[in-house]
């Protein structure tokens, strides 16, 4: 009788240990199917030089800036923004967002920009792999705010600087022309070859920029 009883408190505590350490099948599928952040930060950063790189109104670059907006929405969530948020374009970085001191830790995507930026807007702590190596402690002034179109043109977002368009420009070893229109308004071209080019324009404020929609156009009493 004693016997019986020490074999099922053995049996009854095997069992406990193994439902409580087993997994569900959703819980296993669900880690193994997670990216590594260092991969997705690397992606990020392709699919934001495809959106910014690619014509404004090709499908293909309209999906690259949709795709960079769906992941870095989930790094932010895994932790690590694109920051700090008051440094320029040139020295902002992946980083965890709780490391971010320039702002209230407040996480900033490429909604963007952006995030910042539709152009490069991205910011946001897992501790995972390589966290040390991905987060670098920096400092910069306060950038200035520049709005710009999205490819559709159904919106506005924040973007990069027109400084930082040209340096781009000039990395392809072309040449960038600039226009300075009313309000502040800047515009800068890249030629395309064939007497075709690709137009750039930043807005200083918000309003101006959602001023400038093609859904915003005034049209004439006359036409009604």
């Known amino acids: 009788m004693q016997m019986s009883a020490i074999k099922y408190t053995v049996i009854l505590t095997a069992a406990l240990t193994v439902a409580c350490t087993q997994k569900t099948p959703n819980e296993s599928s669900s880690k193994a199917a997670q990216q590594p952040i260092e991969a997705l930060l690397s992606e990020i950063d392709t699919l934001n030089d495809l959106c910014r790189g690619g014509s404004g109104s090709t499908p293909k670059t309209s999906q690259a800036c949709e795709k960079r907006d769906d992941k870095s929405l989930e790094a932010e969530k895994r932790g690590w923004c694109w920051g700090p948020q008051a440094a320029i374009g040139a020295n902002q970085h992946w980083m965890r967002c709780s490391d971010d001191k320039t702002t ?52 506005c977002l924040e973007v990069d600087s027109p400084a930082e368009k040209i340096r781009e420009i000039q990395s392809f070893g072309q040449y960038a022309t600039t226009n300075d229109l009313a309000g502040g308004v800047i515009e800068v071209e890249r030629p395309l070859g ?31």
């Not at 897992?126 to 400092?139: K, W």
């Not at 064939?194 to 006359?222: D, H, K, Y």
Request: aromatic share 8%; hydrophobic share 35%; with cysteine.
């Open 104 to 155: 209230e830790n407040a996480p900033a995507t490429f909604r963007d920009a952006a995030a910042s930026s539709g152009t490069s807007g991205r910011s946001t702590a897992m501790p995972e792999t390589g966290d040390s190596q991905l987060a670098v402690q920096a400092t910069a002034p306060a950038k200035r705010q520049w709005f710009g179109r999205n490819p559709s043109k159904s919106s």
């Open 194 to 224: 064939g007497g075709r080019a690709e137009v750039w324009t930043f807005f200083p404020t918000m309003a101006q920029c959602m001023a400038s929609l093609p859904r915003n156009q005034g049209i004439n009493s006359r036409y009604e």
